[in-house]
């Protein structure tokens, strides 16, 4: 059993007055006391076109546990973005479950559900065809 | 302008033996497409019941003009039971499971009408908080 720690801060001043959030987790088995065990390691890769791909294949989670992946834009420029979605096929936009759009610097962290089943597969699609690239690490029982 | 940040940061002594996992990630979240702040937030915190249907936790916008924009939402599990958790979807879409304390943060596009946050209770009721954060949200016209 592995101990992995996780911790967010957000904070803004949207509101007249500030907003923080802070929590911290460690990521377990579903529904269990014990941690999360493997991984796939820290990825990286660079894109030079706007082709969409699938980044992370549902084959490479199990189904119905509590993994969790994390994605990186790591450029700089907030005008252009991966456009991240749970999608059958890289190609057949119109099956795109969209989550959203990771400009420059933004991350995400969020559980996945890896269903044995296409739909379930990661795909990012880059606004540019200048380069770019975007990290991403899984994490599952 | 506002600025609103978000941090992460994750860690592991034990997962890759010889290799310590220390990932550090700052962002500062603009509008879609643009180097201004954000200027929309909504949060709020509630009790999640066990149901064999999900509960809309956020409604994607109507209005075509809001769409595939820049958004980013939060949502934590905040039951002590570990054998309590929140399955989070998209539409129909399952994303994942979010055990007992623990969090996730994500870019949200409200790609369509359709695109709504919807989330499920499994095991007993489950605490949570949420907060979503938006580029901009068009007024519907008044219906009366």
Known sequence: MATINANITISSNIMGYPTNINKSMSMKKLGSCHGLEETTGLSNKKFASTDAVVLIAHTEGTAGKANKVYMRNTGSSKAEHFYVALNGSAAAAGTTEAIGKLYGGDWMLMPWEATANASHSITVVPSTAEPMTIEWMIFQE | ?144
């Not at chain 2, 769409?67 to 309590?84: I, M, Q």
């Open chain 2, 1 to 144: 302008m506002a600025t609103t940040t978000a941090s992460v940061s994750i860690s592991s002594n034990d997962l890759q033996p010889g290799n310590r996992l220390s990932i550090n990630a700052t962002s500062t979240l603009m509008k879609t497409g643009l180097t201004t702040g954000l200027e929309l937030m909504d949060m709020g915190k509630g009790h999640l019941t066990t149901a064999t249907a999900a509960d809309a936790l956020i409604e994607s916008s109507a209005l075509a003009g809001d769409h595939d924009s820049a958004n980013y939402f939060y949502l934590c599990n905040n039951a002590t039971d570990d054998t309590f958790h929140i399955l989070v979807a998209i539409n129909a879409t399952d994303v994942g499971r979010l055990n007992a304390g623990e969090w996730m943060f994500i870019p949200y596009a409200q790609a369509d009408a359709g695109a709504e946050i919807n989330i499920t209770a499994s095991g007993g009721t489950c605490p949570y908080e949420y907060a979503i954060f938006k580029s901009a949200s068009t007024l519907a016209a008044a219906t009366a």
